[in-house]
T-cell receptor, first 112, second 113 residues
Framework: QQPVQSPQAVILREGEDAVINCSSS?????VHWYRQKHGEAPVFLMI?????EQKGHEKISASFNEKKQQSSLYLTASQLSYSGTYFC?????????????FGKGTHLIIQP | NAGVTQTPKFQVLKTGQSMTLQCAQD?????MSWYRQDPGMGLRLIHY???????DQGEVPNGYNVSRSTTEDFPLRLLSAAPSQTSVYFC????????????FGPGTRLLVL
């Protein structure tokens, strides 16, 4: 079952912060975050494994609450280059061999 | 390394025609997958493979066929194209050690008239 992302879209000014949420109705083994620019392929940002660890990538970080089956992506002091569509992908099997189940995406627009 | 490559980049088909979307990777990844992306739907898994000779169905397999004769190649066949198969198709590969992290190819845009 597809994870639910919120919000569907967000518009920010450069330098503002954003939070994107991903929620699943099934137990999660890991959560993956991707960013896609218009007309391009999704690009891997980070993976969150069971254990609630928080990971970071430049000014982008994420958390994973396995009890609530939720993950959140935090973008701080947003830059114009952060614009795009963000997808969470969930792994329920643990092996990772059978692909990921992706949410519908969150459109992020950063204005100067 | 070229990573994951896909051909063609664009294709227009007529209803009922068949074609093969090519996908190759040079990273020696065991796992490969095909996704389709439609507006407002996100990415949906069509078929996947855990190694040469092994394939399985994903969420939306109807109308598509795959085979995996080598580690490098994972072609997707449309048996009889329908307008509902108009979409952007992404091939992805994944190394077993990274627990399913997908590395995507550039995509193939398909229009079925």
């Amino acid at each position: 079952q597809q994870p639910v992302q919120s919000p569907q879209a967000v518009i920010l000014r450069e330098g503002e912060d954003a939070v994107i949420n991903c929620s699943s109705s099934k137990a999660l083994y890991s959560v993956h975050w991707y960013r896609q620019k218009h007309g391009e392929a999704p690009v891997f940002l980070m993976i969150l494994l069971k254990g609630g660890e928080q990971k970071g990538h430049e000014k982008i970080s994420a958390s994973f609450n396995e009890k609530k089956q939720q993950s959140s992506l935090y973008l701080t002091a947003s830059q114009l280059s952060y614009s795009g569509t963000y997808f969470c992908g969930t792994d329920h099997s643990g092996g990772g061999a059978d692909g990921l189940t992706f949410g519908k995406g969150t459109h992020l627009i950063i204005q100067p | 390394n070229a990573g994951v490559t896909q051909t063609p980049k664009f294709q227009v088909l007529k209803t009922g025609q068949s074609m093969t979307l090519q996908c190759a990777q040079d990273m020696n990844h065991e796992y490969m997958s095909w996704y389709r992306q439609d507006p407002g739907m996100g990415l949906r898994l069509i078929h996947y493979s855990v190694g040469a000779g092994i394939t399985d169905q994903g969420e939306v397999p109807n109308g598509y066929n795959v085979s995996r004769s080598t580690t490098e190649d994972f072609p997707l066949r449309l048996l009889s194209a329908a307008p509902s198969q108009t979409s952007v198709y992404f091939c992805a590969s994944s190394p077993p050690g990274l627990r399913g992290t997908q590395y995507f190819g550039p995509g193939t845009r398909l229009l079925v008239l």
